[in-house]
């Protein structure tokens, strides 16, 4: 019988994304004050439904909006470090990247108690230290990373890449990557973005996007006998009503095909289970 497992996570944004670009106007800002709005809704969808899921905040928002991240805490949900500005730790340096690290953690742990487990870094950029880093502070699990769709695997580090030569692959490390993928993100299918350098032309019809999520978790289902797929969401981009109804489809779509709903920290876990000497994504 195949176990097939969803993640559901959101990444709970509200305006730190728009700052971090240097969008600050008022309307820009109303866009990620509508992450209380949205936030309210979907945690009594998924209460109504008994579906468990991790979100990522960076301590931005946890700071910010300390009511609205309660109520997702207090819902039983998992919280995981997403940075605490929205930076690309890519573009930090290693002291910078450790410095936001540290200090989405603590505000984590002054909300739940608990260090958190996960990291998903902010517009999916690691940086050549990302993993040194996440491993020094104790986490167990990274999602930021596409070598995969359906089965986690042993982050890299130190892999050697040049323009000329072959690449040469660092070594396997305990942190358990949980894949990701673009494509099943709905802010690039739905937000709306328009700065000085490009458009972010979004606005997609929910119910074709939405179909394809479903598709992605079909193919899964008839491929393999045991697999985990993740879904990226954003509150201030699904939360408005008629992407809410296509997220209804979707867990019902998802349920009727025999989707178990996990947190991330339990999807790694049956992992480790499942694979106790890891999955690993070396060349050679």
């Known amino acids: 019988m195949a176990e097939l497992f969803v993640c559901l996570t959101f990444d709970h944004d509200n305006v730190s994304s728009f700052i971090s670009r240097g969008l600050t106007t008022p309307t820009m ?60 730790p890519a573009s930090l340096g290693r002291e910078g990247e450790e410095e936001e690290l540290v200090r989405g953690s603590a505000a984590i742990e002054a909300l739940t108690g608990r260090k958190p487990r996960g990291y998903r870094s902010p517009s999916w950029d690691l940086s050549p230290h990302s993993v040194e880093l996440l491993l020094k ?13 359906y089965v986690p695997y042993q982050a890299r ?50 119910r074709a996007v939405f179909q394809n999520f479903a598709d992605e978790f079909e193919y899964m289902r008839k491929t393999v006998d045991w697999g985990i797929l993740t879904y990226t969401f954003h509150p201030h981009v699904v939360g408005r009503g008629y992407r809410m109804l296509a997220l209804e489809g979707l867990i019902e779509a998802l349920r009727a095909g025999g989707a178990r709903f996990v947190t991330m920290e339990q999807g790694a876990a049956e992992y480790r289970r499942r694979f106790p000497e890891g999955v690993s994504l070396r060349g050679g």
């Open 29 to 88: 800002i109303s866009r990620g004050d509508y992450g209380i709005v949205a936030t309210e809704r979907i945690l009594a969808m998924l209460k109504a439904r008994g579906i468990p899921t991790t979100w990522f905040i960076p301590g931005h928002t946890i700071e910010s909006y300390p009511s609205c991240v309660r109520a997702v805490h207090e819902a039983g949900h998992e919280i995981g470090n997403h940075g605490w500005t929205h930076r690309i």
């Open 137 to 149: 502070h104790g986490f167990v699990y990274d999602s930021s990373m596409m070598g995969h769709d």
């Open 157 to 206: 580090r130190d892999d050697r890449i040049t323009l000329l030569e072959k690449m040469e692959f660092g070594p396997d490390t305990p942190l358990v990557e949980m894949p990701i993928s673009w494509s099943l993100d709905d802010h690039p299918h739905f937000e709306f973005m328009r700065t000085e350098n490009a458009i972010l032309q979004g606005l997609q019809n929910a």
